[in-house]
Every structure is written in structure tokens, then in C-alpha cells.
């Protein structure tokens, strides 16, 4: 495994999925946040810290998704999340939704860092871009 790809653990969960067992669409963009919340966690940087102390957070800007293989009731899961871009307010990742070897989803997924008093772009910290470079 690539040390510059960050993997989180999914369990698949009864809420997560249809009457047939298959899980629902819009909860592989829950798995997703989840393993990008993750990753800034892993580099030492809380949102909640992010909200209170610079009243800024990161938001989703743009996001394409794409299914390959159905996720299913009580699958063990990977999300393995990479950074592939960082620009001034922006980082684009890269992230893969996977049972053992088997890619189920893809998603590239670029978030923005927001002043939210203003609702506007701003420059996302050194300390976090120089965490987020060392990864790429």
C-alpha cells in the first residue's frame, strides 16, 4: 500500500442499505466525508478546532462519483483517500471505495476552505497545506 493513501474502515450497516441489502446511493458520499474527516484528523487538524478558533471550514465543491460494484449489507470496507491537487483554497482528492481488492466506487471530490461568516474562499492554512503536500 501506498503511504500516501490514507485507509479508513467501513462497516456496512442495516440504515445503510435498500429493502434488498445493497446500499443506498447517497451513502457512499457518508463514507467518503467520513474518510476525509479522517485524514485531516490523522494530520492532526480538527474541524471543530477549524470552526471554533478560525470560524472556517471546508466544504465540498465539486464532487464526481462513479459505481462500479454494488456494496451489500455487513461488507468490510476501505476508503482509501489521497490528495492529488492544493491550490490557494482548494484541495482535490482522489478517494476509492474497495472490498479487498475489488474497487466498488471512485469518487474525486474537491473541497474549498470557507470563511463562513463571509461564505467565501479563503487560503487555506500553511500548516495544513504543507501537511497535505507532504502527502502527495
Not at 484528523?41 to 462513479?66: D, P
Not at 451489500?72 to 483554497?89: F, P
Not at 470557507?114 to 502527502?135: C, H, Q, R, T, W
Amino acid at each position: 500500500m501506498d503511504s500516501k493513501i490514507f485507509c479508513f474502515p467501513i462497516r456496512v450497516y442495516y440504515e445503510d442499505t435498500d429493502a434488498g441489502g445493497v446500499v443506498y446511493h447517497a451513502r457512499y458520499l457518508h463514507f467518503y466525508e467520513r474518510a476525509r474527516t479522517e485524514y485531516l484528523r490523522k494530520q492532526a487538524f480538527s474541524q471543530q478546532k477549524l470552526l471554533q478558533e478560525q470560524q472556517a471550514a471546508f466544504v465540498v465543491k465539486t464532487m464526481a462519483i462513479g459505481y462500479c460494484v454494488p456494496a451489500k449489507l455487513d461488507d468490510y470496507l476501505i476508503v482509501e483517500t489521497e490528495v492529488s491537487a492544493i491550490k490557494g483554497a482548494t484541495i482535490l482528492f482522489e478517494q476509492r471505495l474497495l472490498r479487498e481488492t475489488v474497487i466498488l466506487s471512485k469518487a474525486t471530490v474537491k473541497v474549498a476552505y470557507v470563511d463562513l461568516g463571509k461564505m467565501k474562499p479563503i487560503a487555506i492554512p500553511a500548516e495544513i497545506k504543507a501537511a497535505f503536500s507532504n502527502n502527495m
